[in-house]
């Protein structure tokens, strides 16, 4: 016991420089980013943003972080988190997040956010562990690059459930007598709106542009970097150098994407009883056994006292 006691004065004298460093490090880089950006031209910025006021400060504070924020941000981090980015279809939406200098501003901006709601909850408490401070500061730090994680794998989603339906309706405007760029504008025209289809268009206008279909179809699936839209654009590419007719082609792609959505359902329709053993166990059994078990135990206890 005594022990303990040692051990947690000791972490309680350590937690102080600790808060105090933490407090003390967000400060001056809050003085430093002010004296760099200067608060005469970011109100200017501020005023010029076509937006809501808060939404316009959100947008330019983002903006002069991120140019402070540069000279920290190394080209291979750079370079993986705009392929992320892209990935993700940050660069098709009306969103700050327009390059790595901006998602490093988030993520400075949310650490130091929860990092000061950490500390104030740290204050509250009896017991003041030097752990809830750092942790917050490193999940303040995490959420946004899990965020952006989870955008990736949501656009991925939506792109294989968008797939099967889409080149349905690629294949039916070749087989009708259409050619590809044609039969893409209809797809893109028709189709069904998502990031696939937002794919597709910037494909369409790639090719008015002058690309061939090759360059434009590498370049998507460069973005989109998804194994079953590879799959196809391989199989396209494959039969342009070839000489294969198209629309035989796209019927083939077609008949085993419908083959590859109906195993996917089988297989996450196995995996739903596996998944609801831990609800199953953690909320439903225990109530189970109260109701079971509670009435025994309370007669056998007061029957024991009468």
Same mark, same amino acid.
């Given at each position: ?45 501020? +005023?010029?943003?076509?937006? +809501? ?28 988190? !705009?392929? @992320? *980015? ?12 327009? =390059? ?8 400075? &901006? ?17 017991? !003041? ?42 294949? &039916? ?9 044609? /039969?893409? /504008? ?18 369409? %206008? @790639? ?11 590498? *370049? ?26 198209? +629309? =035989? ?8 994407? %419908?083959?590859?959505?109906?195993? %996917? /359902?089988? !297989? ?9 053993? +831990? ?5 439903? *059994? ?14 056998? =206890? ?5």
């Amino acid at each position: 016991m005594e022990h303990t006691s040692i051990v947690q004065g000791i972490l309680n004298l350590a937690a102080a420089p600790v808060i105090a460093a933490m407090t003390g490090g967000a400060v001056l880089f809050f003085l430093a980013f002010v004296y760099q950006a200067g608060l005469d031209k970011f109100f200017e910025d501020v +005023g010029e943003q076509q937006k +809501g006021a808060l939404v316009a400060v959100e947008t330019v504070l983002v903006q002069r972080l991120a140019q402070f924020a540069h000279r920290f941000l190394s080209q291979t981090r750079a370079q993986r988190l !705009k392929r @992320q *980015m892209i990935m993700a279809g940050l660069d098709m939406r009306d969103s700050i997040l327009r =390059k790595p200098e901006d998602f490093i501003a988030v993520q400075i &901006l949310a650490g130091i956010g929860a990092s000061l709601v950490a500390v104030y909850f740290w204050a509250t408490l009896h017991m !003041k562990p030097v752990w809830i401070p750092v942790a917050g500061l490193g999940a303040g730090m995490f959420l946004p690059s899990q965020w952006l994680r989870d955008q990736v794998t949501k656009r991925h989603l939506l792109i294989t459930r968008a797939l099967p339906y889409n080149l349905d309706l690629l294949t &039916l405007s070749v087989e009708a007598g259409l050619d590809f760029t044609a /039969a893409l /504008a209809k797809v893109v025209e028709r189709g069904r709106k998502g990031p696939l289809l937002d794919e597709l268009a910037l494909v369409l %206008r @790639q090719l008015k542009m002058g690309k061939t279909r090759a360059e434009s179809l590498k *370049m998507m699936v460069d973005r989109v970097n998804l194994m079953a839209l590879s799959t196809f654009v391989s199989a396209l590419i494959q039969a342009d150098k070839m000489g294969t007719p198209l +629309g =035989k082609v796209l019927r083939i792609q077609s008949a085993q994407l %419908r083959v590859e959505r109906s195993q %996917r /359902a089988e !297989k996450l329709a196995g995996e739903a009883p596996v998944k609801m053993l +831990g609800p199953l166990i953690m909320c439903i *059994m225990p109530t189970v056994f109260i109701v079971l078990f509670g009435p025994v135990v309370f007669a056998m =206890k007061f029957g024991a006292g009468g």
